[in-house]
């Protein structure tokens, strides 16, 4: 019996995925839940299991192919029983047949017709959301290189072609763009799925946020004191590290209660404020930055935020995540000090307004009842959307994460 993979839907935000690498050939033989591929969304890569045991027959989609969520990609052999359906010899009713010829169509599966214009060409129903949006007319998005299957627009193409569209009339003052190099001077790498995404990601922030960018300098000796009193238990009885990470967190979140706009979006000339608080946490992974969300934070004491930063951490450097934990987050800090930077300031997350940078924790002089003592400092910085955050909002936000955290009782146990 054949069966067909599809791709499989990695998120309710998810319409497509890349498949960035098969690892198994045509003709092997696969167990059920054996990861086959790895495949890129636009918020996370993720690895991917087989639905059924049998042989892989074929594959109905390259490495660097751009699909839509329930297309095919391959065909495996099988006499297992899945919920997943057979191809059928005769389409159901129901089905929906590929744009491209030649592909076998799965019994009830039912796609969304993409569109057609004048010049033949097909479009998903995703790329005519954005060109909507954009106003693209149909004869402009014919013009546009399509890096998909049969040279299909995806939503990357489009994407790619709004920002090579902004930046087309350089200043008289510009440099040339395509400097010859000697050879061997110069190795160029492609970008990668997650590095395209993080840079259209970012951009789009600095276009859609006034960014402003506060900083503040905290004393972390009671957090130090409580963690090093605690930390020998903690590893005994989690398993793993307690970090600095979970105490920034329970503060962010105690101050956000008090400052809700920092815990808000703008949806045009509304503001939306968040009754939950799903803190997003940047993650360092191989080849760039992914940032989960630990939701409903404010539901978890300090041992609880200790154990979700773990376990988010983990998942995303084996790749474990699912593109839903990207998505919905409230309010997000990076925490570059684990690299030993002092300060920096992250770029907002978008749709929200603010985001913290955490600093590295140093020893330094300070003074302390006009008395000079060593004490381990941190600095604190938040950059805010000056659309609806003030300085003076954003300062005394700042301010008050300042104070929780250099509040902390050395004596407590965790």
């Known amino acids: 019996m054949k069966y067909e993979m599809v791709m499989p839907k990695m998120g309710e935000s998810i319409t497509e995925g890349t498949i960035l690498k098969w690892l198994k050939k045509e003709g092997d033989t696969i167990e059920?839940?054996?990861?086959?591929?790895?495949?890129?969304?636009d918020k996370v890569d993720s690895e991917i299991p087989t639905p059924v045991p049998g042989i892989l027959l074929k594959f109905l989609a390259a490495e660097n192919e751009t699909v839509e969520v329930g297309k095919p990609i391959a065909i495996i052999e099988t006499e297992a029983v899945d919920s997943q359906p057979a191809i059928a010899s005769e389409p159901a009713e129901e089905t929906v047949k590929s744009a491209e010829p030649g592909k076998p169509a799965a019994s009830k599966v039912v796609t969304q017709p993409k569109r057609e214009a004048q010049s033949g060409r097909f479009y998903s129903p995703v790329v005519m959301k954005i060109a909507a949006e954009e106003q693209i007319p149909m004869s402009e998005l014919d013009t546009i290189s399509g890096s998909g299957?049969?040279?299909?627009?995806?939503?990357?193409?489009?994407?790619?072609?709004?920002?090579?569209?902004?930046?087309?009339?350089?200043?008289?003052?510009?440099?040339?763009?395509?400097?010859?190099?000697?050879?061997?001077?110069v190795e160029v790498l492609p970008m990668d799925n997650m590095r395209k995404s993080i840079a259209a990601h970012m951009i789009a922030s600095k276009q859609t946020s006034a960014h402003v960018n506060l900083y503040t300098e905290v004393d972390m000796h009671n957090v130090t004191q409580l963690r090093d009193k605690n930390k020998a238990a903690f590893r005994q009885r989690e398993g793993f590290g307690l970090t600095y990470t979970a105490f920034i967190i329970e503060a962010v979140v105690k101050a956000l209660k008090e400052f809700p706009l920092l815990n808000a979006s703008l949806d045009g000339d509304r503001i939306l404020i968040k009754k939950e608080y799903h803190i997003g946490v940047a993650v360092a992974v191989e080849k760039g930055l992914v940032v989960p969300n630990i939701f409903n934070a404010e539901e978890k004491n300090l041992t609880g935020l200790a154990r979700s930063v773990n376990d988010l951490a983990t998942r995303a450097?084996?790749?474990?995540?699912?593109?839903?934990?990207?998505?919905n987050?409230?309010?997000?800090?990076?925490?570059?000090g684990v690299y030993g930077t002092t300060i920096g300031f992250p770029i907002i997350n978008q749709p929200q307004v603010a985001?913290?940078?955490?600093?590295?924790?140093?020893?330094?002089?300070?003074?302390?009842?006009?008395?000079?003592?060593?004490?381990?400092?941190?600095?604190?910085?938040?950059?805010?959307?000056?659309?609806?955050?003030?300085?003076?909002?954003?300062s005394?936000?700042?301010?008050?994460?300042?104070?929780?955290?250099?509040?902390?009782?050395p004596n407590m146990n965790i």
């Open 32 to 41: 059920k839940d054996e990861i086959i591929l790895e495949i890129s969304t």
């Open 149 to 185: 299957r049969n040279g299909r627009v995806t939503k990357k193409d489009v994407l790619a072609y709004l920002e090579s569209r902004k930046s087309e009339a350089p200043s008289a003052s510009a440099q040339p763009a395509n400097i010859p190099a000697q050879a061997g001077k």
């Open 317 to 327: 450097r084996n790749r474990k995540l699912l593109p839903d934990e990207m998505a």
């Open 329 to 336: 987050g409230t309010f997000s800090i990076s925490n570059f």
């Open 355 to 394: 985001i913290l940078g955490v600093g590295a924790i140093k020893k330094r002089p300070v003074v302390i009842n006009d008395a000079i003592a060593i004490r381990p400092i941190m600095y604190l910085a938040l950059t805010i959307d000056h659309r609806l955050i003030d300085g003076a909002m954003g």
């Open 396 to 409: 005394q936000f700042l301010e008050r994460i300042r104070e929780l955290l250099e509040g902390y009782d």
